[in-house]
């Protein structure tokens, strides 16, 4: 399975170099400023100690980490907004990630200009945030308009959802046109339909992610303390990474890369901050399945039931759930194999509506 993110920033904020950072890309970083070109796309394994565990106990002839899916739009999302043809299409594409990283800059150079002229990090957040609101605005604006005409022809028995929907839209818009993100809402279930079929890049989760320099590393982490204190909350984080060291650490052998990320005082990789920081940020957790020979990770979100965490693998066992044989990670490291998990009496059988834990280790059985 994939987990996709969308990384948008100003122009030379760094979303390439980061970009470069988390996929080990070589994408070009020229932060030429903003005009609509085609993406850059990219994939990294989601670092998960716990497999190459479960690779020495279960044998398999593979092992499967979740996939980050990483795009890199290098044109604001203002203009994409504004344009017709390949921003409109760049601009659905974005709609579909899960989650938005937004680059900021506060690293300080003189020979990359700031399209503002400054370094200010609180105002390009405000900034991200006009763009994304703007944008949602825009399709909000479109859907009202023909929500309009559909009014003038519907026939009683449409009325009511028309309406109802109506309604919901205008709430959203109300708070957009109050500089007020749609993930900050508290949106009731009847409402999470329309989130979920339009997209709106205002109620994805956002990470946003400060590009400093290497000359600040020393304040990283009491700045993204006192970042955190003013960007958390309902599907919001902010971490501090410094996005060319982390280019240039991607491109090395890992046995290299962490002698280097020792000497700076680092312990894990931008990667893995920034996989942590987004799992945090969507209540993710891992399951793990072994079948055909394989051990693969899956990520969903915390407080999934077996059912539908079967669904994530396949439909059809979804439809066709039986029960799901279980092992928590813990008690099979400590067993040492399924076969003593068995023996011991830790291989438990759940149902349908059995709450999935973090590291649980599942068979599904189910019929076609
Ligand atoms: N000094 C310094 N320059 C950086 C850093 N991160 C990015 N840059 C430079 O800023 C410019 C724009 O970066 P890029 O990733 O292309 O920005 P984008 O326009 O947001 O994709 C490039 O010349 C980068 O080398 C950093 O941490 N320190
Ligand atoms: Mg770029």
């Known amino acids: 399975m994939s987990i996709n993110f969308g990384i948008i920033g100003l122009a030379r904020s760094g979303k390439t170099t980061i970009f470069n950072a988390l996929t080990a890309g070589k994408a070009e970083t020229t932060g030429r400023g903003g005009e609509i070109t085609a993406p850059h796309l990219g994939v990294a394994r989601v670092p998960e ?116 929907e109506q309604e919901i839209l205008k709430q959203f ?24 079929n339009y997209q709106f890049l205002t109620a994805k989760p956002m990470l946003i992610v400060v590009n400093i320099g290497e000359d600040q590393l020393a304040e990283a982490e009491a700045l993204e303390a006192q970042l955190s204190r003013r960007y958390s909350g309902n599907g919001l984080r902010v971490i501090t990474l410094c996005g060319r060291l982390e280019m240039e650490l991607a491109q090395l052998e890992e046995s290299a890369a962490q002698e280097l990320r020792a000497s700076y005082g680092m312990k894990q990789s931008g990667l893995e901050r920034t996989i942590k920081a987004s799992y945090d940020l969507s209540s993710l957790i891992t399951f793990f399945t072994t079948a055909s020979n394989e051990v693969r990770a899956w990520a969903i979100r915390h407080g999934t039931t077996a059912v539908k965490a079967a669904g994530k693998i396949h439909s059809d066992m979804e439809k066709g759930f039986i029960r799901a044989e279980c092992v928590s990670y813990d008690d099979l490291v400590r067993c040492g194999s399924l076969t003593e998990a068995r023996k011991r009496g830790l291989l438990r059988l759940e149902g349908k509506e059995y709450t999935v834990q973090d590291g649980d280790i599942i068979t599904f059985l189910f019929n076609v």
């Open 49 to 164: 100690p716990r497999l190459r565990v479960l690779d020495g106990i279960l044998h398999p002839h593979r092992l499967v980490p979740v996939e980050a899916r990483y795009i890199d739009i290098g044109a604001s999302v203002k203009a994409l907004a504004q344009d017709k043809g390949l921003g409109a299409q760049l601009l659905n594409q974005l709609s579909t990630v899960d989650t938005l990283i937004c680059v900021v800059r506060a690293f300080k150079d003189d020979s990359v200009p700031h399209p503002r002229g400054s370094i200010d990090v609180d105002r390009d957040i405000a900034d991200l945030n006009m763009e994304l609101v703007f944008s949602d605005l825009a399709i909000m604006e479109r859907r009202l308009e023909r929500l309009e005409t559909s009014l003038k022809g519907a026939k009683p028995g449409e009325r009511h959802t028309l309406l109802q």
């Open 173 to 196: 818009k109300t708070a957009l046109e109050n500089d007020r993100p749609l993930r900050e809402l508290t949106i009731d279930p009847v409402a999470v339909r329309y989130v979920t």
